[in-house]
């Protein structure tokens, strides 16, 4: 103390407060994230699960909807190759 006054001191970082309140912001975010991903989709009506199961797509969350779709996607790619080597001989 100089002269009676209080000197004001500079903080430096963050308050230990302030990083969990960060961390609990990212971990709901995270949070939501997931649970949606993993969530089981809603399919509106049944004609459009019944065509899904017979294309051969898994409905039961939406990492199985993306896994089955890129199966699917590259089975075409795979034949569209395969017509084009034909094409090609």
């Known amino acids: 103390m100089v002269g009676g006054k209080q000197e004001e001191v500079k903080r ?3 308050a230990f407060i302030e990083i969990i309140l960060v961390l609990v912001i990212i971990y709901l975010i995270a949070n939501l994230a997931v ?3 993993f969530k089981k989709p809603i399919i509106v009506n049944k004609e459009e699960a019944k065509v899904l199961t017979q294309e051969g797509i ?3 969350n939406y990492q199985t909807i993306v896994s089955s779709v890129k199966e699917k996607v590259q089975g075409i790619q795979d034949q569209y190759m395969q017509e084009m080597e034909k094409i090609a001989d």
Do not use: L, S
Request: glycine residues 12%.
């Open 12 to 14: 430096a970082g963050f």
């Open 35 to 37: 649970n949606v991903y």
């Open 58 to 60: 898994d409905t039961t």
